[in-house]
């Protein structure tokens, strides 16, 4: 009951707030400098470390002794028990829309999917609208920050990061993970289930051979998630013309002077006394990761522009 009363409180709340959306939506110029890339590179290491020592063997083990559908489903699974959190989160941003669209993806999924293992809504044409706080930030204006490494999470901004610490008290599929009364083990066990999940996709992504290939993964890979999570917040389609209209829509929404690097630190409430150096372009690396693809599908709606 505690946990219902409050996931009805934060909808309610959504609906309210859902005129707060800017016509700005928020930049990533500072997390491109990455000021803090000493520090980052150092948790880059522990969680290389962690991955080729503990995460990426189970996963390996995951993927020999079950099939890809089996697989599939599971990611199916954990897909599903993201919509309600991204209903709310399009509440959030004033977009009915795709509120519309979670809500019946998750009623097809979870009934005719048996429990959201298999992807009915995609076969009946109802198109993923996913969303998490971070963009929702990002569609109030609230520029990302300093780029980050997260321990074990992986890449962030600050931005993303306050929004992943918040998603553990709002997120219906977290919120039931601690308060609805599951036997003892099954949280850490279903929290175990999805990382393995997640290191799977990024397994069959080819995630593992983009970064062996480049010069320097830690830049590389701080380039594609960047990249990735624009066109995230943007709500960019595939499409080459939904993308070239995004991009127009984002560049008058946030125009760029002259001196870039002062606007950066001024967005972020920042004197802009310190012009980081490029690592990627230091490193010879051009950013061309298949995993910086928009996460919503082909179609033909508009990127965003919050109401």
């Not at 929702?136 to 920050?145: C, P, S």
Request: proline fraction near 7%; include cysteine; charged fraction near 20%.
């Amino acid at each position: 009951m505690h946990a219902s009363a409050k996931m009805i409180g934060v909808v309610a709340l959504g609906l309210t707030l859902s005129a707060c959306t800017t016509a700005r939506v928020g930049t990533d110029r500072l997390a491109e400098k990455d000021p803090l890339e000493g520090f980052n590179r150092t948790i880059w290491a522990v969680n290389r470390g962690a991955d080729k020592v503990v995460v990426k063997p189970v996963t390996q083990v995951y993927r020999a002794v079950a099939p890809k559908p089996a697989r599939d489903g599971v990611r199916n699974f954990f897909s599903n028990v993201t919509e309600p959190f991204s209903f709310i989160n399009n509440v959030l941003q004033g977009r009915i829309d795709r509120a519309m669209r979670n809500l019946g993806r998750f009623a097809v999924n979870t009934t005719a999917g048996i429990g959201g293992l298999f992807d009915h809504a995609s076969r009946a044409g109802i198109r993923p609208a996913s969303e998490d706080l971070g963009q929702t930030l990002a569609a109030w204006g609230a520029n990302g920050g300093p780029y980050l490494v997260l321990p074990l999470l992986g890449p962030s901004t600050l931005r993303d990061g306050v929004g992943t610490g918040v998603a553990q008290f709002t997120d219906p599929y977290r919120v039931c993970l601690s308060e609805c009364g599951l036997p003892h083990g099954v949280p850490l066990a279903m929290t175990a289930a999805q990382v393995i999940s997640v290191r799977d996709g990024l397994i069959e992504t080819g995630a593992d051979s983009f970064l062996e290939s480049s010069l320097d993964p830690y830049a590389a890979a701080r380039s594609a998630f960047l990249q990735r999570r624009r066109a995230e917040i943007l709500n960019q389609e595939s499409d080459d013309a939904a993308t070239e209209a995004a991009a127009a829509s984002d560049a008058e929404a946030n125009p760029i002077g002259a001196d870039t690097g002062s606007a950066a630190d001024a967005d972020a409430g920042i004197p802009g006394a310190d012009a980081a150096s490029a690592p990627d372009a230091d490193a010879g690396i051009t950013a061309s990761d298949p995993a910086a693809k928009p996460s919503d599908p082909a179609g033909s709606e508009a990127p965003k522009q919050p109401n």
